[in-house]
């Protein structure tokens, strides 16, 4: 079965002060996400900025980054719920109203670096409703084992169509850390014949990424992961992340998801 390799361009936290090539702008990002595509990926996970360059779940500036995306090239578009820490989170639940065609859950509240992710119950309830309603298909954002039982737990209640998305993530402060032993553990844990990819924040990505697509998972590549292609050298754009994660896949005598096998794999709907 191929890989589906996501671009991940900007994220929540870092800036342009940390690596001069983030995309923050809906023309950046919109750029970042095409050379990514003509790289391999087939699926863009979308932080957005305001003017400012602050996290934001403005909804003008949203749709006019995913047009300009859409003018360029047909990846499948994931939103971010989680957006950023500083906003509100009836704000970025208001995010699905777009209609992406996937998007991100977080089924649990955490600390996260130095402050919190909060994700509070009844919200993460409510969002999986109304994704649901919407058709837009959750990938499930999963910290800590319990983050696991808590989005199968929605699954039971009816929330979740099957079949499940998740990501591991793997490296945030708050979370579990970057390590093989915790990957092998929540892999391991996951339901049969859900889909699934390691995010392995910071310095572990590549390893972990490396461990992930031999444990037959899917790769997320990019710059809200890790701003660094080497040791010491700083990305100098997401699509050379994704050529990295390409080689990975090549190396392990895989092949690379086209957008059409992505979106059936996915949402399982060939023409949407
Ligand atoms: N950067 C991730 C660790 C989401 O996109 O839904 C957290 C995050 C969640 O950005
Ligand atoms: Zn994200």
Request: proline letters at 5%; charged letters at 25%.
């Amino acid at each position: 079965m191929s890989t589906i390799i996501t671009v991940a361009t900007t994220g929540p936290i870092a800036t342009k002060a940390d690596n001069p090539n983030l995309p923050t702008q809906p023309h950046e990002i919109a750029a970042a996400v095409k050379d990514a595509y003509d790289a391999g990926a087939s699926v863009a996970h979308l932080h957005f900025r305001d003017e400012n360059d602050k996290p934001t779940a403005d909804l003008a500036i949203a749709r006019r980054t995913i047009d300009l995306i859409r003018d360029q090239c047909p990846i499948l578009i994931q939103v971010s719920t989680g957006v950023g820490l500083s906003v509100p989170f009836d704000e970025r639940e208001a995010l699905v109203e777009l209609r992406p065609e996937m998007a991100t859950l977080n089924p649990c509240s955490m600390s996260f670096g130095v402050g919190e992710f909060l994700n509070p119950p009844s919200g993460v309830e409510r969002l999986a409703r109304r994704m649901q309603e919407l058709g837009i298909r959750p990938e499930l954002e999963i910290y800590d084992t319990g983050h696991l039982d808590a989005a199968l737990r929605l699954r039971d209640q009816g929330l979740l169509d099957e079949r499940l998305q998740f990501s591991i993530v793997l490296g945030v402060r708050g979370g579990m850390a970057a390590t093989p032993e915790n990957l092998q553990l929540m892999a391991r844990r996951l339901p049969q014949d859900c889909v699934w990819q390691i995010i392995a924040i910071g310095r572990e990505n590549l390893r972990l990424t490396a461990i992930g697509l031999a444990l037959g998972g899917n790769a997320r590549a990019g710059m809200e992961d890790t701003l660094y292609s080497k040791k010491g050298e700083l990305a100098a754009s997401s699509a050379q992340l994704v050529t990295r994660a390409v080689t990975l896949v090549d190396a392990l005598d895989g092949a690379v998801a086209s957008v059409a096998e992505a979106r059936q794999r996915l949402i399982g709907d060939a023409t949407r």
